[in-house]
């Protein structure tokens, strides 16, 4: 059906501004009213080891193709925020040593620079909500940093969650951020977190954190209405759906606590600070693991992704109702 799912920049269209470059397949998409899903590049450049990274965007990507809807990788290639990768571009990325992780307060100097980014979660939503897409798939959002009350350091991606309007799935935030306060802030911000068939926040790894969420819902369809109805409210921003990773690859909740407490501890000794934090711990992770966090990482972005697929396709019947 998608002839042309390779691209390359010379096939690309762009935006009304001329800012963003969008894949011929992913602009067919949005135009003709189908589902369309935006991934991430930090988790690819950042987050997971070669060959593990290219080999889980490839797979999230036909996942989402085979739930009939087109994925949509996201990255700032050559100054060029772009939106659906070809297999080059995505090779590029999950093997290059010097590609930055752009948050927002990075994108205009890499714009202006030129430069090659992978995008967070925050630069996702930004980019993706340009091009117009409406649902976004990942790993885990960025949080409140243990400790933040000394550090600061607190996600751009949770403002990001207040100003633009995606529905987010991912499988709740890892246990190395400090959770009630990442749900604390969710909350004075205004960001419905909704619950996948579970009424607690998901802690990554494991199924569950114990923190108990307020929203619940147990189909694509509810989710796809709830985020309907964000949108409809105007001037909203997106909406956290929250999905546990599935029981079979999670990790037991003992195990994964004693091994974020070590990550942490050596990232103290480190002096690691800022944008190094999550990629270092989750590197520090997956050796103090044997690649047990790993496993359960990709798991877990297949599951969100197939997920996101439903619930774009949903959203895409109640937008032509
Ligand atoms: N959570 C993961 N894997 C990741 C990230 C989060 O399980 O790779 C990435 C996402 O791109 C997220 C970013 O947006 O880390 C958050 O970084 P920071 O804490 O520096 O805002
Ligand atoms: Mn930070």
Redo the contacts with the bound molecule.
Sequence with gaps: MYAHAMTSHQFQTEDADNLIAIAPEVADALAAGQPVVAL?S??IA??MPFPDNLETARQVETLIRDEGAVPATIAVLKGRPTVGLSEAELHYLATAKDVAKL?RRDMAVALARRLDGAT???TTMMIAHRAGISVFA?????GV?RGAEGSFDV???LHELARTPLAVVCAGA?SILDLPKTLEVLETLGVPVVGHGTDTLPA?YATTSGLALHHRADTPAELAEIFHCQRRLGDAGGVVIANPVPEADALPARRIDKAVEDALAEAQAAGIEG?E???FL?ARLADITAGESLRA?IALVKNNAVLAARVASTLCRLQAA
């Design positions: 991430e930090t988790i950042h987050g948050s967070t979660v925050a990942t790993g885990g959002i960025g940093h996600s751009a991606d890892k990554f944008k934090m999550t990629p989750l990482n």
